[in-house]
């Protein structure tokens, strides 16, 4: 059975940190990117970052670059992503998500992934 299993997000104040993780199981952990996209009230889910656990390659949204940070263990099967210096606008429910490795630098594409997570908050105040 595959699985994604998000953990973490939660309230905190503008210029504050947060580190989210995906466990992964089930499928091959090498032959999928791991991507993050996020989904504000009312607004389409955007792309957030992705990273290719095979060899470390990540790719990261404009309004996240310099901020966010993603990576992998590929020991634990397990992705993070750091979010560092949260503005309000990063409020949302995010989702990660897993997609061929080759569509990683299309992560920002909902309909290329083939699982989801259950998706957590994230909701930044000023």
């Known amino acids: 059975e595959v699985q994604l299993v998000e953990s973490g997000g939660g309230l905190v104040q503008a210029g504050g940190s947060l580190r989210h993780s995906c466990a992964a199981s089930g499928f091959s952990f090498a032959a999928y990117g791991i991507g993050w996209l996020r989904q504000a009230p009312g607004k389409e889910r955007e792309g957030v970052s992705c990273i290719s656990p095979s060899d470390g390659t990540t790719y990261y949204a404009d309004s996240v670059k310099g901020r966010f940070t993603i990576s992998s263990d590929n020991a634990k099967k397990t992705v993070y992503l750091q979010l560092r210096s949260l503005k309000p606008e990063d409020t949302g429910l995010y989702y990660c998500?897993?997609?061929?490795?080759?569509?990683?630098?299309?992560?920002?594409?909902?309909?290329?992934?083939?699982?989801w997570g259950q998706g957590t908050q994230v909701t930044v105040s000023s």
């Open positions: 998500g897993a997609l061929p490795v080759h569509y990683c630098a299309q992560y920002y594409y909902p309909n290329l992934y083939d699982w």
